[in-house]
């Protein structure tokens, strides 16, 4: 691979398998014990689809989520975004993969306090080739009337919509999502997961979301279920249901 191979221009989005993973391991050292993170993962997640990948604690969804974003690399296998083998770029190649092509919304909110929600988001399209201004892309998680507010000054929910919002102002074509409703309670976590769909239906962004909470499952169209390292089985959604149907 060249190191320009995953430039913005070069990868197509339209590709059919968003990410293909075969044999991923992932080890981990802690102390004197080797952490087994992932144990031979193969995977395919199509372009497009809302998937969430369902599991406990520590049976190696975040470690999954982090290679196929880039932050991290497999200590063996393979990993493929839109037909091109990730661990076969440089790093800045893979850094330029980060910027254009994937979204990030973590648990916590990682907003900057002393900026607005608009300055939050703006740190990512001042570097964006092809960004939606902060202004549209609060809009777009309903908080066009909350531009100019710190984040002291919004609730739990509204500032994981500002991080959404950052994520997406980009125009991502994967948008990974860590436990993004860990820290807020039901109600505040159905309008956050209402904001995902709405990303997923309306822009067409392929949206990976980890949970341990198997409710969040049913409005999914694939469930990836993970156990001890490994992809105990996929599960297809007959019945979609929509973030307001939810109940936990």
């Not at 014990?33 to 190696?60: H, I, K, M, N, T």
């Not at 969804?61 to 932050?71: E, P």
């Not at 092809?130 to 739990?156: C, I, K, N, Y």
């Not at 001890?228 to 979609?240: E, Q, S, W, Y």
Request: hydrophobic share 45%; with cysteine; glycine share 8%.
């Amino acid at each position: 691979m060249t190191p320009s191979a995953l430039s913005a221009a070069d990868v197509a989005p339209a590709a059919a398998m968003i990410f293909e993973a075969r044999g991923l391991t992932k080890d981990y050292q802690m102390g004197d014990v080797q952490v087994q993170a992932l144990r031979g993962v193969d995977l395919d997640l199509p372009a497009g689809e809302f998937v969430v990948l369902l599991g406990a604690s520590g049976s190696g969804k975040s470690t999954l989520l982090n290679i196929l974003g880039g932050l991290d690399v497999p200590g063996s296998g393979t990993v493929r975004y839109a037909g091109q083998p990730l661990q076969l770029a440089d790093e800045a190649a893979m850094t330029r993969y980060r910027r254009h092509h994937v979204g990030f919304v973590f648990q916590f909110y990682n907003l900057i306090p002393s900026l607005t929600a608009r300055e939050n988001v703006a740190l990512v399209t001042e570097i964006a080739d092809d960004p939606m201004t902060p202004e549209q892309a609060l809009e777009l998680v309903g908080l066009g009337a909350r531009l100019d507010h710190f984040p002291a000054q919004l609730s739990g929910g509204e500032q994981q919509r500002v991080a959404i919002a950052r994520a997406i102002a980009k125009r991502p074509q994967v948008l990974l999502c860590d436990e993004p409703t860990g820290a807020l309670d039901a109600q505040t976590g159905v309008l956050v997961l209402e904001v995902l769909a709405q990303v997923n239906r309306d822009l067409g962004t392929t949206t990976v979301v980890i949970t341990h909470n198997a409710v969040i499952a049913a409005m999914a169209d694939r469930v990836v279920v993970f156990g001890d390292g490994r992809v105990l089985r996929v599960d297809r959604t007959a019945h979609k249901k929509a973030a307001a149907e939810l109940h936990w």
